[in-house]
């Protein structure tokens, strides 16, 4: 059965875990080779951190993004036969690249050079450990902006809203101090659940910028 009226959004950063996809490794050679190529290209044996790796070396954002953009492309490839062209393809936020090469606006091969490179300027930005990225689930966009605005006054403490992922579920990013302040204000206003996201460098944030001047 072909399926039409379709709309495909990829999944970025924090969404990688150890031995995901390992049946599709043993069972279609090619979706192996995908990463197999992509890993000569990228000097980083990909199978292998997927397989024995931990969630600690997974969560390197100089390994995430290029991992999570094969394995987007890699699935991409194997449902594009059965589907008709999507009338949307869109990504969250890393994978906003997988979707231009689904969409066949960049080359697979320039997407990995570009999120290897972009990997590397957001990892390079923030001393590891003094970022931080949390989700937030139960409160309102407005209550944690007033207090990500209140927190932030003190530039060791900054943060801000990084994602409205839905009506309650928002993700924070800024400094550790700034994150960790924000989630135990959060705490005391009502939120039902806060989870600290299994991601490297706090992406969505202003602590990014110099590292998006120097990507442009």
Same mark, same amino acid.
């Given at each position: 059965?072909?399926?039409?009226?379709?709309?495909?959004?990829?999944?970025?950063?924090?969404?990688?875990?150890?031995? %995901?996809?390992? $049946?599709?490794?043993?069972?279609?050679? /090619?979706?192996?080779?995908?990463?197999?190529? =992509?890993? $000569?290209?990228?000097?980083?044996?990909?199978?292998?951190?997927?397989?024995?790796?931990?969630? $600690?070396?997974?969560?390197?954002?100089?390994?995430?993004?290029?991992? %999570? #953009?094969?394995?987007?492309?890699? *699935?991409?490839?194997?449902? =594009?036969?059965?589907? $008709?062209?999507?009338?949307? #393809?869109?990504?969250? =936020?890393?994978?906003?690249?997988?979707? *231009?090469?689904?969409?066949?606006?960049? /080359?697979?091969?320039?997407?990995?050079?570009?999120?290897?490179?972009?990997?590397?300027?957001?990892?390079?930005?923030?001393?590891?450990?003094?970022?931080?990225?949390?989700?937030?689930?139960?409160?309102?966009?407005?209550?944690?902006?007033?207090?990500?605005?209140?927190?932030?006054?003190?530039?060791?403490?900054?943060?801000?809203?990084?994602?409205?992922?839905?009506?309650?579920?928002?993700? #924070?990013?800024?400094?550790?101090?700034?994150?960790?302040?924000?989630?135990?204000?959060?705490?005391?206003?009502?939120?039902?659940?806060?989870?600290?996201?299994? %991601?490297?460098?706090?992406?969505?944030?202003?602590?990014?910028?110099?590292?998006?001047?120097?990507?442009?």
């Amino acid at each position: 059965m072909v399926l039409d009226k379709i709309s495909i959004v990829f999944p970025g950063q924090g969404s990688q875990y150890v031995g %995901m996809l390992s $049946e599709y490794f043993e069972s279609i050679s /090619s979706f192996k080779n995908i990463f197999l190529q =992509s890993s $000569e290209i990228l000097k980083t044996n990909l199978v292998n951190l997927i397989k024995k790796g931990n969630k $600690e070396e997974l969560a390197r954002t100089e390994i995430t993004q290029p991992l %999570m #953009l094969v394995a987007d492309v890699a *699935l991409w490839n194997l449902i =594009s036969d059965y589907i $008709e062209k999507p009338i949307c #393809l869109a990504g969250h =936020s890393l994978g906003e690249y997988a979707a *231009l090469v689904a969409s066949e606006v960049l /080359s697979f091969e320039d997407a990995l050079i570009l999120v290897q490179e972009r990997s590397r300027l957001m990892r390079d930005a923030v001393p590891e450990g003094q970022g931080s990225i949390a989700a937030v689930i139960g409160l309102k966009d407005e209550t944690i902006n007033k207090i990500c605005d209140s927190i932030s006054k003190d530039s060791k403490f900054l943060v801000n809203i990084a994602n409205l992922n839905s009506l309650d579920q928002i993700v #924070l990013s800024g400094t550790k101090l700034g994150v960790d302040e924000a989630i135990k204000k959060c705490k005391e206003l009502g939120a039902k659940r806060t989870i600290y996201l299994n %991601m490297s460098v706090p992406s969505h944030c202003l602590l990014m910028k110099q590292a998006a001047i120097k990507f442009i």
